[in-house]
């Protein structure tokens, strides 16, 4: 999960990188946001690029990343269940700066959140 190193804020926009597997995999790339700009007025939410990763039988990508917002709450509970729900890419690409990583951190199957 990979998190901008700036410091973003409306109309500004942040760069994101992508992955070495992403970066060496152009069909797994499809689609990643490189470049993405907060909403006005979207500030407080946190940002997420999420994608059920799918490809057809001769290797090309059927699936489409999704930009999620969600506000903090509603992000506890995404960050538990995202990986049971088949989420394989989650990847932050905007929180408030006052959010501690760990509270951005996935949740792996079979462990408890210590944050309930």
């Known amino acids: ?10 109309g500004k926009v942040i760069k994101i990188d992508l992955t070495e ?3 060496n995999n152009k069909e797994l790339a499809k689609g990643r946001i490189t470049e993405y700009s907060v909403p006005p007025g979207e500030e407080d939410a946190i940002h997420v690029e999420i994608e059920k990763t799918e490809f057809s039988s001769v290797g090309k990508k059927k699936s489409v990343p999704t930009v ?8 506890l509970n995404f960050r538990k269940h995202c990986s049971g729900l088949g989420y394989n890419h989650v990847r932050i690409i ?16 079979n462990t408890e959140n210590p944050n309930k």
């Open 68 to 75: 999620q917002k969600f506000d903090q709450r509603a992000w």
């Open 21 to 23: 597997e992403e970066r």
């Open 94 to 109: 905007y929180a408030p700066e006052e959010i501690a990583p760990e509270f951005l951190a996935i949740v792996p199957l």
């Open 1 to 10: 999960m990979a998190k901008s190193n700036s410091t973003p804020t409306s």
